[in-house]
């Protein structure tokens, strides 16, 4: 047999092969449209088609109840008000009597702050397989909701003795909370590390410095003082592995985890957070693990074995939970916002790596900043840094010319269409408070679409989306060649 014989060979059998498929999903689909019609209402040729088909049928009356099952745990439940108040006099008690306490959280605690989750019905992941658009908001906007607050309150009183986030968002960090008793297991938008550093130098920033970054690219666009190495962000996406000891803490999330006698998981659907074993004392027998209470709006996997679910929205659970242990919860206060004093200034030469908005400690419309005071401050701060280089007098000289040109920056609330006007005036970049260069050619530029953290799975969501409409689109070519 010549080559061209087999390679005809092989191509009708592939053919075959796809057609044969199509036949078996269009035969699927009939079959499924029957088994949806009330029994009553099937035609004597239906029923036929389903008795000569037994497995399909009760594959596919297997998928439907699955299905069915799936659309039942998306549902949000809220308690009535006076099983909600009962059960948080539960969760009080519990709290009162425990010895250590570890909080788990998620995107529901931060909801209320303007921050969507991911699988709620409005919920990132849901819109995107809906096909609908994801309306984003800079999430410097963001500020510590009440349960943020809770918590800081209860770690300060003794009632809670480590707090586990998979939040990025930083508002634990901002409500107050002492970085050891936090670990941020997918990393803070708002730090920026030295890998290169031993011990790790961290950045913190009062801006969100994954503009430039994403999945397996973690490199901001800004240099490290002390060793010139490029920094990264410490976001972990779906697919990544967090290596880094901080802010994900992993050492103080699994001690702490081994010594609690209770388990508070807010806000989080526990998906991610399950397939950790050393958060859950997996090794000991079930009675001698934890007591598990869940506080959030949708089935979790952990449920079957909760002491307690609540279901309830978060800042109303911890009024309630509070109230009850007679703690008062302060109120959150921007200019007394902790991350302004652990924060590193940008450089003058840095200024242009960024365009997101950034945190000011007012709240007022317009105010005025003198820069040169602001650039002194860095000078200042980076002396024994740069005395320590070998070439610290060109370094020196090179931040003196840098520091003499700053003009007035005017920081601006950019909510009224009156101000945006006043911006685009001015010939000020709304985005980012300073006024534009003429040098923007040289600013990085970013992809459209969800950058930096808040798009974490969403490309793995998207290749996998193309994959499907790329075999399908091969498919029909073959078909219609052989046609």
């Known amino acids: 047999m010549s080559e061209r014989s087999r390679r005809q060979v092989k191509k009708n059998q592939d053919l075959q092969r796809i057609l044969y498929l199509e036949k078996e999903r269009a035969r699927m689909r009939m079959i499924r449209k029957i088994v949806k019609k009330p029994s009553m209402a099937r035609t004597d040729e239906e029923i036929k088609i389903l008795e000569e088909a037994p497995d399909l049928v009760a594959q596919i009356q297997n998928s ?22 009962e059960k948080c006099t539960e969760l009080a008690k519990a709290l009162k009597e425990s010895s250590c306490t ?72 901002r409500s107050g909370l002492p970085k050891t008793a936090l670990s941020e297991l997918h990393g803070n938008m708002f730090i920026e590390v030295c890998p290169k550093c031993k011990p790790l130098k961290q950045y913190v920033r009062l801006f969100d410095v994954t503009e430039h970054t994403g999945l397996h690219r973690h490199k901001t666009g800004r240099f490290c003082s002390k060793c010139n190495s490029e920094l990264k962000d410490t976001i972990v996406h779906f697919g ?39 958060l859950w004392q997996t090794d000991k027998p079930l009675d001698k693990r934890p ?12 449920d079957p074995q909760a002491t307690l679910k609540i279901h309830g929205k978060c800042d109303e659970v911890m009024k309630l939970v509070t109230t009850c242990l007679g703690i008062e919860v302060p109120s959150y206060e921007k200019q007394n916002d902790p991350i302004f004093k652990m924060a590193v200034p940008l450089l003058p030469h840095e200024m242009s790596t960024t365009t997101r908005l950034h ?25 024994s840094e740069l005395e320590s280089c070998s070439n610290s007098d060109e370094l020196l000289r090179d931040l003196d010319l840098k520091f003499n040109f700053q003009p007035h920056v005017e920081l601006t609330d950019i909510t009224s269409t009156d101000t945006l006007l006043k911006l685009n005036a001015e010939q000020i970049d709304s985005r980012t408070y300073f006024i534009k260069e003429e040098n923007e050619k040289n600013m990085p530029r970013t ?34 060649n052989s046609a």
């Open 64 to 85: 439907i109840k699955k299905m069915k099952c799936v659309k039942e745990r998306e549902k949000e439940i809220i308690d009535a008000p006076e099983v909600l108040s």
């Open 102 to 173: 570890v909080v788990y959280t998620g995107a529901g605690i931060s909801t209320s702050a303007q921050i969507p989750d991911y699988r709620g019905p409005d919920g990132v992941w849901t819109l995107l397989q809906k096909g609908k658009e994801i309306k984003m908001k800079d999430l410097s906007l963001a500020e510590p909701t009440f349960t943020h607050m809770a918590i800081k309150q209860l770690h300060k009183e003794g009632r809670i003795s480590h707090i586990v986030s998979q939040n990025c968002d930083g508002l634990h960090l």
């Open 240 to 278: 990544e592995k967090g290596t880094l000891p901080w802010p994900m803490n992993w050492k103080g999330a699994v001690k702490a985890a081994e010594k609690a006698d209770l388990i508070l998981c807010l806000g989080t659907s526990l998906k991610v957070l399950r397939r950790y074993p050393g």
């Open 291 to 302: 007591k598990l209470y869940i506080v959030n709006l949708q089935w979790t996997p952990k």
């Open 359 to 383: 945190l000011t400690r007012t709240k007022t419309d317009n105010f005025v900043v003198d820069c040169k005071e602001n650039l002194n401050h860095i000078k200042a701060t980076l002396q």
């Open 447 to 480: 992809k459209p679409g969800l950058s930096g953290w808040f798009g974490k799975g969403c490309a793995k969501w998207k290749r996998q989306r193309r994959t499907n409409s790329s075999c399908k689109r091969m498919k029909t070519e073959k078909i219609d």
